[in-house]
């Protein structure tokens, strides 16, 4: 999904602006992941998830330029990533998520916790 805002920001409950949840709205949200793809020809990718941090030198690309994928689950059990793409000196944002609740055992664990 694409929109010209992709953000959701609750402002409401804390004083100051926090992540929503785009399905549902819920301020509850967790870093679950993070992947940093190679640009261009290079093979590799970083990933940091509840696991710790893993690099994948032979991960082929998927793009002309880097792409950066933050990965959240809201306390409701929605999946949702924003996804950076840098292109030709222009930095683009996307939205992925799905209208569906995972289910708890299929939910990703936070990253860190507090």
Same mark, same amino acid.
């Given at each position: 999904?694409?929109?010209?805002?992709?953000?959701?920001? @609750?402002?409401?409950?804390?004083?100051?602006?926090?992540?929503?949840?785009?399905? #549902?709205? #819920?301020?509850?949200?967790?870093?679950?992941?993070?992947?940093?793809?190679?640009?261009?020809?290079?093979?590799?990718?970083?990933?940091?998830?509840?696991?710790?941090?893993?690099?994948?030198?032979?991960? !082929?690309?998927?793009?002309?330029?880097?792409? =950066?994928?933050?990965?959240?689950? #809201? !306390?409701?059990?929605?999946?949702? @990533?924003? =996804?950076?793409?840098?292109?030709?000196?222009?930095?683009? =944002?996307?939205?992925?998520?799905?209208?569906?609740?995972?289910?708890? !055992?299929?939910?990703?664990?936070? =990253?860190?916790?507090?």
């Amino acid at each position: 999904m694409t929109e010209n805002n992709p953000f959701r920001v @609750d402002t409401e409950n804390l004083g100051q602006p926090v992540l929503a949840c785009p399905v #549902c709205g #819920c301020h509850s949200v967790h870093p679950v992941g993070l992947e940093c793809r190679s640009p261009g020809m290079r093979n590799g990718i970083l990933s940091v998830n509840s696991r710790g941090i893993t690099l994948d030198p032979d991960y !082929e690309p998927s793009n002309r330029g880097v792409k =950066i994928t933050l990965q959240f689950l #809201c !306390e409701s059990g929605h999946r949702f @990533d924003y =996804i950076l793409l840098f292109h030709k000196g222009s930095t683009l =944002i996307d939205l992925l998520m799905s209208p569906l609740a995972l289910p708890m !055992e299929k939910q990703p664990d936070t =990253i860190w916790r507090d």
